[in-house]
């Protein structure tokens, strides 16, 4: 299966559903930093990576990402399993644990 | 306890190899594949690491790769949420690389590797993180503040640090798509060269223009606030929408479109140079007055990130006198992302105790070595006449002499460099006191425009004689200015009005080593030290002695397009196609007119 048009219209259309950004910040005259403070806890941590399944991949996309929504998530998780033949077993295994939202099958 | 470290997928992939903390091995993909700044996933980089270590997969203990592919693609679809009518291309163009690789890598790295070592999984840093350690932790010091500036890692661009013994702690930082290594990329871009690939043609323009457009560039493109931080103007750059780096807006502030790549440069090209330059050095030194601020007394600075490879603003760092001590990581790039990750993971996730030493780095002298035996079996194998010499006085005396009878040297010694610069073990090396050696290594050797003068390799001990620079500079990273100028009347502003003619200026003579020296008097310096890397040492040493000058030229070993050369393979092949006289491979001496005419062949190399 390859990727097609229509699927990159579903992810545009989705990442639009879901108001994520307008705009990237602006220059600002009147502030006197542009710094923002990192976060230690969440952005210096090593983590181990690596997902068996379309709802793993989910998880951990909702769990780091700004673009926040579960609806862009999935639809990038489908992407991501798109043309995986070798994981197929997996796949096969995330359908078992999870009922996929109507929409992937549009997708 | 052995852990491998990865950067791949972006540009510059390489694997690094620690073992204890120690490191034993590194080298960028592109040296085995022969592509310049290959990005794919570092096979052979990978496996020179394992065997030079004499291990298999099952004896790394963690594979850490430097990048979060998640937060990545976090940035890439906020970024599409953004854009306005191409996101649908965007999502396309991008979309093997977004869905099929960077999510993918822990598979991919484990069939490269074979295996994703004892724990079984892949460990991921995040870039900024691994740029800070690749800083920090070869560093010779305790602690240090710690910048990072590149392109952009994940959401970051920025980051300001500090570390201490084995802890890194990263305190501000600024977000894509505000970028000072974007907007260098842009104005890259913009005067005809390559992004990633001519941001340091673009640096060694600079010293021919002046910065005229400065103003505009502050007013209208960056604001820079007191403490370094900046914010870009987006509506004059295209990069977020993939097509190019910048658009008509952009075009029309500076006069006009772009310079077409292998077009005349003209003064516009060396104007923007010389203005960005100066953009990018006031930002880096208010980013170190900044982290000055934030040190408690620290004294020592250490930088990364592809920004930190612009040794003209190094130089300008280093003259500023924040910080008492700066040492910056000699594979800056991604490539050192691939360090950084390994020795955040031993350092930072094991807890292990970090003592500071000097030569941590080894000189980045990390990549493969071949020994006499097997040069002399790829010699006699294909029939290639030789001279064996033993390493002392004779031979690096014969060395000299070649050098100083103006022959131009290709030099392969010992293990191959980590990072962009040729340090001396593949390196070209040539006199320079010659007024016509920077235009005959540019344009008979390299092929490469011919703007660019080539870096002094000085004797440590004597570099204070010549140079300006007041600190030690293994790794080619600062910029000094020559002591003794040629006594003539040159005014280049005035040249440039007339002639607009680059050729022209460099046959100027400029100095008493004219073929290292900008036409600003500035020199990308390298000191050498017995220390570090004796039979180059010695071979300076031996000219000094027979010409009273304690320096040489040295440019990377490759022409123009072509990754530096890796084996004696690939030595002979750049030695036979190009103008070079004489091959050193080890303790062998190679003559080119007792070569066979057999071994001629043109590899052909795209432009960078």
């Given at each position: 299966m390859s990727w097609t048009n229509l699927e990159a219209e579903k992810i545009v259309k989705y990442l639009k559903e879901a108001h994520v950004h307008d705009s990237f910040p602006a220059i600002e005259k009147e502030c006197t930093s542009y710094f923002d403070t990192y976060d230690m806890e969440r952005d210096s941590l090593i983590e181990e990576f690596g997902f068996m399944n379309i709802p793993e991949l989910q998880e951990l996309l909702k769990r780091k990402c700004v673009v926040n929504s579960s609806v862009v998530d999935t639809a990038c998780a489908i992407a991501a399993f798109k043309n995986k033949s070798e994981i197929q077993e997996e796949e096969k295994t995330a359908e078992e644990g999870y009922v996929l939202p109507t929409f992937i099958y549009n997708f | 306890m052995y852990i491998l470290g990865i950067s791949a997928l972006y540009h510059d992939s390489a694997a690094a190899l620690i073992k204890d903390g120690e490191i034993i091995a590194a080298a960028q993909e592109e040296r085995f594949t022969r592509a310049k700044h290959d990005k794919s996933i570092p096979r052979n980089a990978i496996h020179y690491c394992m065997d030079f270590a004499h291990i298999e997969a099952e004896n790394i203990d963690a594979v850490v790769y430097y990048d979060d592919p998640i937060l990545t693609l976090d940035r890439f679809l906020a970024n599409l949420a953004v854009i306005g009518d191409n996101q649908k291309d965007l999502l396309e163009l991008s979309y093997d690389s977004m869905f099929q690789d960077k999510l993918w890598i822990a598979k991919k790295l484990e069939q490269a590797i074979g295996g994703l070592g004892k724990a079984r999984k892949l460990f991921i840093t995040k870039h900024h993180m691994a740029h800070a350690a690749s800083a920090f932790y070869p560093s010779p010091y305790e602690s240090a503040m710690i910048i990072t500036v590149d392109g952009v890692g994940e959401w970051n661009t920025t980051t300001i640090g500090v570390g201490k013994e084995n802890e890194i702690t990263i305190l501000k930082k600024i977000d894509y798509p505000h970028s000072i290594g974007l907007l260098y990329s842009a104005f890259t871009y913009f005067c005809g060269f390559r992004v990633n690939y001519g941001d340091y043609k673009l640096m060694g323009l600079a010293p021919y223009g002046e910065p005229v457009y400065y103003d505009v560039i502050k007013n209208k493109l960056i604001d820079v606030k007191e403490d370094g931080s900046f914010r870009l103007n987006l509506d004059y750059f295209d990069f977020q929408n993939g097509r190019s780096m910048t658009n008509k807006k952009f075009e029309m502030l500076f006069g006009g479109s772009r310079r077409e790549p292998e077009q005349k440069i003209t003064k516009r090209e060396m104007d923007l140079a010389a203005s960005v330059q100066k953009v990018v050095e006031e930002v880096i030194v208010k980013l170190a007055r900044t982290a000055k601020a934030l040190s408690g007394g620290v004294e020592n600075l250490v930088l990364a990130g592809g920004v930190a490879l612009n040794c003209v603003a190094n130089g300008v760092l280093n003259r500023e006198k924040i910080f008492k001590n700066i040492w910056v990581q000699p594979a800056a790039g991604d490539a050192g992302g691939a360090l950084g990750a390994a020795l955040l993971f031993y350092y930072s996730k094991c807890k292990n105790r970090r003592v500071a030493e000097k030569e941590t780095q080894k000189g980045s002298y990390l990549g493969p070595a071949y020994t006499e035996e097997e040069i002399l079996h790829y010699l006699e194998a294909n029939g290639i006449p030789f001279d064996k010499y033993e390493y002392g006085e004779e031979f690096y005396d014969t060395i000299a002499d070649l050098i100083a009878q103006q022959k131009i040297i290709g030099l392969f010694e010992g293990r191959m460099e980590f990072g962009p610069r040729a340090l001396g073990n593949r390196s070209i090396i040539a006199d320079p006191r010659s007024e016509i050696m920077q235009s005959r290594l540019n344009l008979s050797i390299k092929y490469r425009e011919s703007f660019r003068p080539f870096a002094p390799a000085v004797l440590e001990e004597k570099c204070s004689e010549y140079f300006d620079l007041d600190m030690e500079s293994p790794y080619m990273?600062?910029?000094?200015?020559?002591?003794?100028?040629?006594?003539?009347?040159?005014?280049?502003?005035?040249?440039?009005?007339?002639?607009?003619?680059?050729?022209?200026?460099?046959?100027?003579?400029?100095?008493?080593?004219?073929?290292?020296?900008?036409?600003?008097?500035?020199?990308?310096?390298?000191?050498?030290?017995?220390?570090?890397?004796?039979?180059?040492?010695?071979?300076?040493?031996?000219?000094?002695?027979?010409?009273?000058?304690?320096?040489?030229?040295?440019?990377?070993?490759?022409?123009?397009?072509?990754?530096?050369?890796?084996?004696?393979?690939?030595?002979?092949?750049?030695?036979?196609?190009?103008?070079?006289?004489v091959l050193v491979l080890n303790n062998f001496i190679l003559y080119k007119e007792k070569q066979p005419k057999a071994y001629k062949r043109r590899d052909v190399y795209e432009l960078d």
């Open positions: - | 990273l600062f910029c000094g200015f020559v002591r003794e100028k040629a006594d003539i009347d040159f005014d280049l502003t005035k040249y440039l009005n007339h002639k607009n003619d680059l050729t022209e200026i460099i046959k100027r003579k400029r100095s008493a080593f004219p073929a290292i020296t900008h036409v600003d008097y500035s020199a990308r310096i390298q000191t050498v030290t017995r220390e570090s890397n004796p039979v180059f040492y010695d071979i300076i040493k031996q000219f000094e002695k027979k010409t009273g000058c304690g320096m040489l030229i040295n440019t990377s070993f490759n022409v123009r397009g072509e990754p530096i050369v890796c084996t004696p393979k690939d030595a002979y092949y750049c030695f036979m196609n190009t103008e070079i006289d």
